[in-house]
């Protein structure tokens, strides 16, 4: 139980076009969603706190438009990179939290691999 | 603020050597959650563990153990008879409560841990 899945795995882009990723919850309910980034050899950095319809809270210093979130049901929460550039390459990683759950505990999903051009 | 130190970057062990991953956290909860993962060079994050603060009590799960001492804010985990397959980057991650919003994550830096045969 508690699985969570990220499409696509991994992609490629041009400068200056937007990519979409999509975070599941595939067997339970999630209220909340994370965000992370991870640069190579580096921690987990999170972006964004996702809830279910209602606007994502943004960590300090992140650009809440140029990564767009939005969290329509409470398995889905999606994130788009907006006029993508090289220096948002990245590996992106979604947790999903329980609505049932009680020991705040996350699931991540397999990460994404986002490389720009 | 809160914080979470990993002060080993990195540390290498002769495979069936015992291994003890050290994390220092910061914070003004009183009641949180403490976590360890692992996260392969795949980059999936592997949950390894779970301790609330509010047992002290120290456990054994296989050839996992911790050693959670709320007094000096420590959790550490120890691999006893490591192999080379624990080979990885070790995360703590307490689950903290931020000065507005949810409980979340604060990843520490990361352990990486080479296990040689």
């Known amino acids: 139980g508690a699985v969570v899945s990220q499409h696509p795995s991994w992609v490629i882009c041009k400068s200056g076009t937007s990519v979409k990723i999509e975070c599941r919850s595939l067997?339970?309910?999630?209220?909340?969603m994370f965000w992370y980034r991870q640069f190579p050899k580096q921690s987990l950095m999170l972006m964004a706190t996702s809830n279910e319809g209602s606007k994502a809270t943004y960590e300090q210093g992140v650009e809440k438009d140029k990564f767009l979130i939005n969290h329509a049901s409470l398995t889905l929460s999606t994130l788009t990179v907006t006029s993508a550039h090289p220096e948002d390459s990245s590996f992106y990683i979604c947790?999903?939290?329980?609505?049932?759950?009680?020991?705040?505990?996350?699931?991540f999903g397999p990460g994404t691999r986002l490389t720009v051009l | 603020a809160q914080k979470v130190t990993q002060a080993q970057t990195e540390i290498s062990v002769v495979e069936k050597e015992d291994v003890t991953l050290d994390c220092v956290y910061e914070?003004?909860?009183?009641?949180?959650?403490l976590f360890w993962y692992k996260q392969p060079p795949s980059g999936e994050l592997v949950f390894l563990i779970r301790?609330?603060?509010?047992?002290?009590q120290n456990e054994i799960s296989g050839r996992y153990s911790w050693n959670f001492q709320k007094s000096t804010s420590s959790f550490n985990f120890t691999i006893t008879a490591s192999q080379v397959v624990d080979s990885a980057v070790y995360f703590c991650a307490p689950s903290l409560t931020p000065t507005s919003g949810t409980y979340k994550y604060i990843f520490g830096t990361g352990t990486r841990l080479k296990v040689l045969a």
């Open positions: 947790s999903a939290r329980m609505t049932s759950g009680v020991n705040n505990e996350q699931f």
């Open positions: 067997d339970f309910q999630a209220t909340t």
């Open positions: 301790r609330n603060s509010f047992d002290e």
């Open positions: 914070t003004r909860d009183t009641t949180y959650y």
